[in-house]
């Protein structure tokens, strides 16, 4: 398949901007969701780092719906002609605190659009820039990467993964049943059918079950975080998505105090190697 990267890049520093309200209710759903205490004092706390996920919804028409269930390209995101997109990591820093009854804004830029030739093919990487507010007051800066790559061949060996630190201060076992899935797909109005049509993504896509969202990884590793160090404050976090997780088997989060406010955070798949990486800075 020919990708015409110079025509992509004509997306580069395209922008949205969006309005929103932090309320109540997806607050306390996520909560219920993750099983933790959803009572009215959770709302008296400032919103938890990147539950902003929960917000910005994309509010697309059914008949703009594309057939893996995103919405057609070509809008605010450039084209790109790969079946497989994945949200491949991201970079944010909470500068401010959000709470439940602010009007918010996000401005997002599309940073740049890449084309890399990888172990199986092309693989197209898209970089976004959003700026959350209230008012004029900047709270949240994140960079959310996007990664596009093709079918699987009926052959292709799957990467060799890599193996788990075992150096961890924490850790709690997640089962994703499809339930927790189509919770948090629900939550996030996301209709990408990987995470909850099983005959999709087996038969279309190539996976052996329905994918754990990326977004929901990183927010368990968090969640993981604020049971060992309620206390905490997260001023940063980082995290890169290494390997997918099924539904077909439960998998860990980990984490590590490694001193000078930072703390390593890691999810394992069922086989001992690395799902995703990732880093806070706190308080």
Not at 59 to 65: F, G, P
Not at 189 to 207: A, C, K, P, S
Not at 261 to 282: F, K, N, R
Request: include cysteine.
């Amino acid at each position: 398949m020919g990708i015409d990267i110079a025509q992509l890049r004509q997306w580069v520093g395209r922008t949205e901007q969006v309005s929103d309200l932090i309320t109540a209710v997806p607050v306390q759903a996520l909560a219920a969701t993750l099983d933790l205490d959803n009572g009215p004092s959770l709302l008296d706390k400032p919103l938890r780092p990147c539950w902003h996920w929960l917000y910005f919804l994309p509010l697309h028409r059914q008949s703009l719906i594309g057939a893996d269930g995103h919405p057609m390209r070509g809008g605010f995101l450039p084209p790109v002609p790969l079946p497989r997109r994945m949200w491949a990591g991201s970079q944010l820093s909470f500068e401010a605190p959000l709470r439940v009854g602010q009007a918010v804004s996000r401005t997002s830029r599309i940073g740049d659009v890449r084309l890399k030739e990888g172990r199986t093919g092309p693989l197209v990487f898209v970089q976004v820039h959003h700026e959350i507010r209230t008012g004029e007051q900047v709270c949240i800066r994140e960079t959310h990467g996007i990664v596009y790559r093709g079918m699987p061949a009926s052959d292709e060996v799957p990467a060799a993964g890599m193996p788990a630190s075992n150096d961890v201060h924490w850790s709690r076992n997640i089962t994703p049943d499809d339930v927790l899935l189509f919770r948090y797909s629900a939550l996030t109005f996301n209709g990408h059918r990987i995470h909850y049509d099983r005959r999709y993504v087996t038969g279309v896509e190539g996976y052996p079950g329905l994918v754990v969202h990326g977004p929901l990884i990183a927010t368990l590793l968090l969640d993981l975080l604020a049971r060992a160090m309620p206390a905490t404050q997260v001023k940063g976090f980082a995290f890169k998505a290494m390997k997918p997780i099924f539904d077909t088997a439960p998998f860990q989060v980990r984490g590590r105090f490694d001193g000078d406010h930072t703390v390593h955070l890691w999810a394992v798949t069922p086989d001992g190697d690395t799902a995703m990486e990732a880093t806070a800075h706190i308080a």
